[in-house]
């Protein structure tokens, strides 16, 4: 399957910006989906997961009351709604997918991988 992101761009701080990831090539809904991020100079971390039907999510600490997560299986799509964006929400973001129904927080559980979107928030 491939993935497409998009939706980044400059915000400031306690703005709110929503990222798009189009997939093809796949049977979508079959596919667990993930959010992660990389920030400079840091490795890669998680930032939310849906489940294949889109009834399970769960999300990093950080961004757990201002980011959801969600899915559109009939548009071969899914999203990431941030919110209260903060300076070190700053990061390239990536979707990704794994083959299988369950969500997975870590990286190494996804199978396949977008480009990555870069959002920055400024103060």
């Known amino acids: 399957v491939q993935l497409q992101a998009c939706g980044g761009g400059l915000v400031q701080a306690g703005g709110s910006l929503r990222l798009s990831c189009a997939a093809s090539g796949g049977t979508f809904s079959r596919y667990a989906l993930g959010w992660f991020r990389q920030a400079p100079g840091k490795e890669r971390e998680f930032v939310a997961t849906?489940?294949?039907?889109?009834?399970?999510?769960a999300y990093a600490d950080s961004v757990k009351g201002r980011f959801a997560i969600s899915r559109d299986n009939a548009k071969n799509m899914v999203y990431l709604q941030m919110s209260s964006l903060k300076l070190e929400d700053t990061a390239v973001y990536y979707c990704?997918?794994?083959?299988?129904?369950?969500?997975?927080?870590?990286?190494?559980?996804?199978?396949?991988w977008g480009q990555g979107t870069l959002v920055t928030v400024s103060s």
């Open positions: 990704a997918a794994r083959t299988g129904p369950g969500y997975r927080a870590y990286a190494s559980a996804y199978d396949y």
């Open positions: 849906i489940n294949s039907s889109g009834g399970l999510t």
